[in-house]
């Protein structure tokens, strides 16, 4: 069974930093893009940030420079390094599954997603 | 950055269809996907590649993708497919990603 399972999420404060993993298992993670997708409580979803299965990486305007993406194949974790916190990033955040590539690109597999809040 | 507009809502009849439209920019030069999302959990990707099933996605389910404007279409709407609704793109230009601002469907 393919399963996508989040963690690292919490309270911090505005400036601080967390760092999200994704343990994935029932798939070749090394094959697959892969992303993260973030959704404010009572909002809509927003892609955050994605890494080809070649480790090149893609973010969100409103992340760049902030937060970086990695994956580590031979653990078959992906992870998100969030620094600089701000409330607005607060939300819950998703692993996502790549499917497709170049224009078709999207997400075929999510996990349940972990809790970020950004907060004094 | 490029955007994605959906209606915030479509109300419809069982047994009727559905239709959701997402506006973009030369969308039909991109690829649309849409997502099903059911309240407390995760999206559940219906359509790909402008037209095309996931394996377990009802048939009912149907897209198309043409000009400004990629259209979901849930034919003989039934109660489980009430749910919030999102297309997404890529954008090339950017390398990011674009989901559409939603549409809840309400099947009454």
């Known amino acids: 069974e393919v399963q996508l399972v989040e963690s690292g999420g919490g309270l911090v404060q505005p400036g601080g930093s967390l760092r999200l993993s994704c343990a994935v298992s029932g798939f070749t993670f090394s094959s697959y893009d892969m992303h993260w997708v973030r959704q404010a409580t009572g909002k809509g979803l927003e892609w955050v940030s994605g890494i080809d299965t070649s480790g090149e990486t893609h973010f969100a305007g409103s992340v760049k420079g902030r937060f970086t993406i990695s994956r580590e194949n031979a653990k078959n974790s992906l992870e998100l390094q969030m620094n600089s916190l701000r409330v607005g990033d607060t939300a819950v955040y998703y692993c996502a599954r790549g499917k497709g590539s170049g224009r078709t690109r999207c997400m075929d597999v999510w996990g349940k997603g972990t809790t970020v809040t950004v907060s004094s | 950055s490029y955007e994605l507009t959906q209606p915030p809502s479509v109300s419809v009849s069982p047994g009727q269809t559905a239709s959701i439209t997402c506006s973009g920019d030369k969308l039909g030069d991109k690829f649309a996907a849409w997502y099903q999302q059911k309240p407390g959990q995760s999206p559940v990707l219906v359509i790909y590649?402008?037209?095309r099933r996931p394996s377990g996605i009802p048939e009912r389910f149907s897209g198309s993708n043409s000009g400004n404007t990629a259209t979901l279409t849930i034919s003989g709407s039934q109660a489980p497919d009430e749910a919030d609704y999102y297309c997404q793109a890529w954008d090339s230009s950017t390398a990011e990603g674009v989901f559409g601002t939603g549409t809840r469907v309400t099947v009454l």
């Open positions: 590649q402008d037209t």
